[in-house]
């Protein structure tokens, strides 16, 4: 009995060395601080991947939106789904780390012909067993079964991180889906208002036509120009649908149409000031694509220790303890017991250079992960530095098109005056109705850009995995 609980015991003991590299993390091209418009950017008090995106995003409809888009988005779940793969995987090799203990019992019963019997005549014999055991167990002296097990929640770690990658990049989608939506519907509206304008425009042409004072290629100038503004319009409708049909696909639903029509105007859209980048190192720590390539990179320094390890001798036991008999009411007397011990070694002699090339698998597979991992920092921070490159200059841009757009409205009405008292041409006032109108589309693909880049920012600094701050 002491022998068969010292088994496994004594093998637990032994599994302790490890044949693989000692992790390093690569060192990465981490600047001390972010530029923002000339400036370093200070450290914030609560870096941006704890802001949650119910804090972030105020509108109500947005809300919605992405409530419902982690909800019903099939690529979110396949992420999900992915994470319970890995966890079972691991599952798995964990429990190779362990002794599998069994428990059997069996009754045999045979007849030995008499030619075969040694007392010359036919033989019926009957046997009953119950053992309890390990079966082929490897003791780990070099770590091939822990390295693997590391591997495996290495594995595990970066699908967890990947799931938080696609939920922040599905709230982006899900927000800018929405502004696009709200842009091209701002378009239509705006399209609509030129046209009434453009509508009065011709009437007046055509009433000055029939009283002979404009010609008949004034009358077809201001006509043109109405059916140009009538082609933008169904322009704006169609990218206002293929938007909504975008949205409804991150949605993973059917959208209510009347809680998009009362969403707010992007003038007063719903979502926090653009927020501050804090510090670089802040976003090795908390973007989850850069965690999930450190953890590949780790499963695959542990791959090399289990690539090291099949170099040596491979140790298996089988044991077990249990008790025997040729009558069933025996099977617990008294001197019924039995037990075994058999461990096994195998040593790599000749493989034929299998073992070499698998150790060879893995180092380069740890060589594309530190690459992977050095990319994705690069990636990371590009994305960053490109958002912060257009917060620089977004908001002179939007008050300078601002200005134009009033200035282009003030001229339309200053022209309209003076071809109505005939000191311009019709040409002239045409001109600055098509001046107003691309003054009128800047500006507002400029506030869309503004609050798009808010988005961005928020994504790319690691927000939108909380549902509101972990301190709240």
């Not at 994470?83 to 069996?106: C, F, H, K, N």
């Not at 965690?291 to 695959?300: D, K, S, T, W």
Request: glycine fraction near 6%; proline fraction near 4%; include cysteine.
């Amino acid at each position: 009995m002491r022998t068969a609980i010292t088994i496994p015991v004594l093998a637990l003991s032994l599994s302790a060395c490890s044949l693989a590299p000692v992790y390093e993390r690569p060192a990465a091209p981490v600047p001390g601080a972010w530029q923002f418009d000339g400036k370093p950017v200070e450290a914030v008090a609560v870096p941006v991947a704890d802001i949650g995106w119910r804090e972030f995003y105020t509108e109500p409809v947005v809300r919605q939106l992405i409530e419902r888009a982690l909800e019903h988005n099939r690529e979110l779940r396949t992420a999900i789904l992915n994470i319970e793969l890995a966890r079972a995987q691991y599952g798995i090799r964990r429990a190779d780390t362990l002794p599998s203990v069994g428990a059997s019992a069996g009754a045999t019963r045979q007849r030995v012909p008499a030619d075969l019997s040694p007392s010359g005549s036919s033989v019926i014999s009957d046997q009953y067993q119950v053992d309890i055991g390990v079966t082929g167990f490897e003791l780990d002296f070099f770590g091939r079964v822990r390295n693997l097990s590391d591997a495996a929640l290495a594995e595990y770690l970066a699908t967890e991180e990947a799931r938080r990658a696609v939920q922040i990049a599905l709230v982006a989608q899900v927000a800018g889906a929405w502004l696009s939506e709200r842009a091209a519907s701002e378009q239509i509206a705006l399209f609509e208002r030129t046209i009434e304008s453009r509508r009065r425009s011709l009437d007046l042409v055509r009433m000055r036509h029939d009283a002979g004072v404009a010609s008949e290629l004034d009358l077809r100038q201001t006509e043109g120009l109405l059916e140009g503004a009538r082609a933008e319009l169904a322009e704006a409708r169609r990218i206002r649908l293929q938007a909504h049909n975008a949205l409804e696909f991150l949605v993973g639903q059917t959208l209510d149409e009347a809680a998009l029509a009362g969403a707010a105007s992007l003038d007063r859209a719903g979502l926090s000031p653009a927020p501050q980048a804090g510090l670089p190192s802040t976003l090795l720590e908390r973007r989850p694509d850069i965690l999930a390539a450190e953890a590949r990179l780790r499963g695959a320094n542990a791959s090399i220790g289990a690539a090291r390890a099949a170099f040596f001798p491979r140790i298996t036991l089988t044991a077990g303890l249990g008790t025997a008999s040729n009558e069933l009411s025996g099977l617990f007397g008294g001197g019924s017991g039995v037990w075994r011990f058999v461990p096994q070694l195998t040593l790599p002699i000749f493989d034929a250079g299998r073992n070499r090339a698998s150790l060879d698998l893995a180092e380069v597979r740890r060589d594309l992960a530190v690459v992977d991992y050095e990319r994705t920092i690069q990636q990371a921070f590009r994305e960053v530095a490109d958002a912060l490159a257009a917060r620089s200059t977004i908001d002179e841009r939007i008050r300078a098109l601002k200005a134009q757009a009033a200035a282009a409205a003030r001229s339309v009405e200053l022209a309209e005056l003076r071809y109505r008292s005939g000191v311009d041409s019709q040409l002239q006032w045409l001109d600055t109705q098509r001046s107003q109108l691309l003054a009128e589309q800047a500006l507002l693909a400029a506030r869309v850009a503004e609050l798009a880049n808010r988005v961005e920012l928020y994504k790319v600094l690691g927000g939108g995995w909380h549902e509101v701050a972990p301190s709240s």
